[in-house]
């Protein structure tokens, strides 16, 4: 059963950090002010217990964020947050519809609050980093953006909880974030949408940049040290694809795993179900069954739009006869996640089949 989203109505909870230590300058930190945007996750979520690490999900309690941020304050000196629940959900259970309507909220403060530094939502780690790519996608927000999210719910021993959403405070406020796309603050590390995976169940450091590594840190003192930036590519194709915010239902886009014997039914079935692209991920470099490229030559036939990924977790699959004699794409160094996120975009928001190796290039 979906769960029943809370009243989104803007109706906010304000609190206001005050100074921790006489010898800092209130003047230099009165008027910063944070909106946290709740959407469900472990942040938000209750242990049965101290070591309640793994099943604390079984309980069913998932909060609104003013509860969970009130009991966790004072986090950082001098800023004021003001709370807005958006879902109460388990990120496992994210779906389009929830992108685009938290695309759209993101959007709408984004165009309205100009009393306010940066929008934190607070997410279920399973999907931040999908969720924080359609986000980077679709916004052109003038506010920064941060995702962050908890690997143990806040009442159990050793959470990170208050300790991300700390940091993700002092990323949103920070005027050198400013213009770097949609975030994501875990473990005290700054990460782009675009290169940020999940790569550990269950430790503390779970997020990662495997190739290029993270923007920068959040040091203890909540100072932000960036030590690389972003490249954010242009062209007439990316900016069509904010119009993907205005459609409910997306075509589907499917990811076929390559593995050794792989006899292409899934591909086959992925056709079937009436996909409109599927991503292959294929064995290192980028290569997948014979039976497989059987299979996906059929669906190119079919008008479907083929890209080839790798399971590798750096590297990329580079522009190649193997793939253009084909009529397939090469995915480039794009997690295979995040290249289905982005073709569901590019369908979406009608982007020309001509366009979409170049897009894909570009991302």
Same mark, same amino acid.
């Given at each position: 059963?979906?769960?029943?989203?809370?009243?989104?109505?803007?109706?906010?909870?304000?609190?206001?950090?005050?100074?921790?230590?006489?010898?800092? /300058?209130?003047?230099?930190?009165?008027?910063?002010?944070?909106?946290?945007?709740?959407?469900?996750?472990?942040?938000?979520?209750?242990?049965?217990?101290?070591? /309640?690490?793994?099943?604390?999900?079984?309980?069913?309690?998932?909060?609104?964020?003013?509860?969970?941020?009130? $009991?966790?304050?004072? %986090?950082?000196?001098?800023?004021?947050?003001?709370?807005? #629940?958006?879902?109460?959900?388990?990120?496992?259970?994210?779906?389009?519809?929830?992108?685009? $309507?938290?695309?759209?909220?993101? =959007?709408?403060?984004?165009?309205? =609050?100009?009393?306010?530094?940066?929008?934190?939502?607070?997410?279920?780690?399973?999907?931040?980093?999908?969720?924080?790519?359609? %986000?980077?996608?679709?916004?052109?927000?003038?506010?920064?953006?941060?995702?962050?999210?908890?690997?143990?719910?806040?009442?159990?021993?050793? #959470?990170?909880?208050?300790?991300?959403?700390?940091?993700?405070?002092?990323?949103?406020?920070?005027?050198?974030?400013?213009?770097?796309?949609?975030?994501?603050?875990?473990?005290?590390?700054?990460?782009?949408?675009?290169?940020?995976?999940?790569?550990?169940?269950?430790?503390?450091?779970?997020?990662? &940049?495997? $190739?290029?590594?993270?923007?920068?840190?959040?040091?203890?003192?909540?100072?932000?040290?960036?030590?690389?930036?972003?490249?954010?590519?242009?062209?007439?194709?990316? $900016?069509?694809?904010?119009? &993907?915010?205005?459609?409910?239902?997306?075509?589907?886009?499917?990811?076929?795993?390559?593995?050794?014997?792989?006899?292409?039914?899934?591909?086959?079935?992925?056709?079937?179900?009436?996909?409109?692209?599927?991503?292959?991920?294929?064995?290192?470099?980028?290569?997948?069954?014979?039976?497989?490229?059987?299979?996906?030559?059929?669906?190119?036939?079919?008008?479907?739009?083929?890209?080839?990924?790798?399971?590798?977790?750096?590297?990329?699959?580079?522009?190649?006869?193997?793939?253009?004699? /084909?009529?397939?794409?090469?995915?480039?160094?794009?997690?295979?996640?995040?290249? =289905?996120?982005?073709?569901?975009?590019?369908?979406?928001?009608?982007?020309?089949?001509?366009?979409?190796?170049?897009?894909?290039?570009?991302?």
């Amino acid at each position: 059963m979906r769960p029943v989203p809370l009243d989104r109505a803007m109706q906010s909870v304000h609190v206001d950090h005050t100074m921790q230590s006489a010898d800092m /300058d209130s003047a230099a930190h009165a008027s910063r002010r944070v909106l946290v945007v709740g959407a469900g996750g472990t942040v938000a979520m209750v242990g049965r217990f101290a070591y /309640d690490w793994v099943e604390y999900g079984e309980n069913g309690q998932v909060r609104p964020v003013a509860d969970v941020v009130t $009991e966790l304050q004072p %986090l950082l000196p001098g800023v004021e947050v003001e709370l807005t #629940s958006f879902r109460t959900l388990a990120s496992t259970g994210i779906e389009w519809q929830d992108w685009v $309507e938290l695309g759209r909220l993101v =959007r709408t403060l984004g165009a309205t =609050r100009d009393d306010v530094q940066g929008i934190v939502i607070t997410h279920g780690t399973a999907t931040l980093e999908e969720t924080a790519w359609f %986000l980077d996608l679709v916004l052109e927000c003038p506010l920064t953006v941060v995702l962050v999210g908890a690997q143990r719910p806040p009442n159990t021993a050793g #959470s990170d909880a208050a300790p991300n959403l700390r940091a993700a405070l002092a990323v949103a406020i920070a005027p050198e974030c400013r213009g770097l796309g949609v975030l994501v603050v875990m473990n005290n590390a700054v990460f782009a949408a675009r290169d940020v995976r999940k790569v550990s169940n269950f430790a503390l450091e779970a997020f990662a &940049a495997p $190739e290029f590594g993270p923007l920068g840190r959040v040091d203890p003192d909540g100072t932000v040290v960036l030590r690389r930036r972003p490249v954010r590519h242009q062209s007439a194709a990316c $900016e069509r694809l904010a119009a &993907a915010l205005d459609v409910e239902h997306p075509p589907r886009v499917d990811i076929a795993y390559s593995h050794a014997g792989a006899d292409g039914t899934a591909i086959r079935a992925f056709l079937a179900a009436g996909a409109r692209a599927i991503v292959s991920l294929g064995m290192p470099p980028g290569r997948c069954t014979p039976a497989e490229r059987a299979a996906l030559r059929d669906c190119v036939a079919a008008g479907v739009i083929v890209v080839q990924a790798s399971r590798a977790a750096c590297g990329g699959v580079v522009p190649q006869h193997y793939n253009s004699a /084909d009529g397939i794409e090469s995915g480039g160094d794009l997690a295979a996640n995040k290249l =289905r996120i982005l073709l569901m975009i590019a369908l979406s928001a009608s982007v020309p089949r001509e366009s979409i190796g170049e897009l894909l290039l570009r991302h």
